[in-house]
């Protein structure tokens, strides 16, 4: 496993744009190999000026969007026109401003009455569009993620059973904190990706990233951002507020 490489940015602005510039570079390369770039985006409010970023003219005009795939990380269990869904705040920050096609769109179906169903339905089409590796798990080529103040990132909270789910690349989760079901990619597929970025802004996140970034000792407590031992490269991109409690 790759030595995680950690980018401390000035600002949340300077962090966002850090970040679009190494996605439309990843998208290039894919590009350059005359492969597509499938890439699972976060949900939260972190990536919003990220994705906004991507739709601006200056990246909007670099991107081969034809060979832009977007996929979800995980998604809540609503309708695709609700407040809640990582698909619709994608669709305002991004999808409504560039001119990727619908097919490169792909959406977990958040509207389904049984989570389950919406999870199997979205490993069929995860396996149907990504290379997958010699263990069948499908490749993306980045995950997006984000991290919650309790360490979870995509949907994988603490004290939930998709933490230990290794059959499955997308299950549904169960979140008793937030009395909500949600769908997830796990961690199989997650540290099978080429590339991961975690992304984490604000003095909101400064006490994890700091349990994160300490060093270990018997006791301490593991989260699941944790859990993740990639195959690829990780690179985190933290603002100068988060990083606030990291020991030199
Ligand atoms: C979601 C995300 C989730 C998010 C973290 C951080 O659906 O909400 O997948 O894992 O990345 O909760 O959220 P913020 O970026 O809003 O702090």
Not at 96 to 114: V, Y
Not at 127 to 132: C, G, M, N, S
């Amino acid at each position: 496993m790759s030595k995680p490489e950690l980018y401390i940015h000035s600002s949340y602005e300077a962090l966002c744009h850090g970040v679009a510039k190494e996605i439309a570079s990843l998208a290039h390369r894919a590009e350059q190999r005359y492969r597509p770039f499938n890439v699972a985006f976060s949900g939260g409010s972190t990536p919003e000026n990220i994705y906004q970023l991507l739709a601006s003219t200056h990246f909007c005009e670099e991107i081969n969007w034809g060979g832009f795939n977007i996929y979800f990380g995980d998604e809540r269990m609503v309708a695709p026109d609700h407040q809640d869904s990582n698909y619709l705040m994608v669709k305002n920050t991004l999808l409504d401003h560039c001119p990727i096609p619908s097919a490169n769109i792909h959406a977990i179906k958040g509207e389904l009455q049984n989570p389950h169903t919406a999870a199997a339905e979205y490993q069929k089409e995860l396996i149907e569009h990504l290379d997958q590796s010699e263990s069948l798990i499908p490749i993306f080529d980045l995950v997006l993620l984000g991290i919650g103040s309790d360490g979870h990132t995509a949907s994988l909270f603490p004290d939930t059973d998709i933490l230990v789910q290794h059959e499955k690349w997308v299950d549904a989760v169960y979140v008793k904190k937030l009395d909500s079901w949600r769908v997830s990619i796990t961690l199989p597929i997650i540290n099978n990706a080429k590339n991961i970025i975690i992304i984490a802004s604000g003095k909101p996140k400064a006490d994890i990233i700091k349990e994160v970034f300490s060093k270990a000792h018997p006791n301490k407590k593991i989260y699941p951002i944790q859990l993740l031992q990639p195959s690829g490269l990780v690179t985190w991109h933290i603002d100068q507020a988060a990083s606030e409690g990291i020991e030199d």
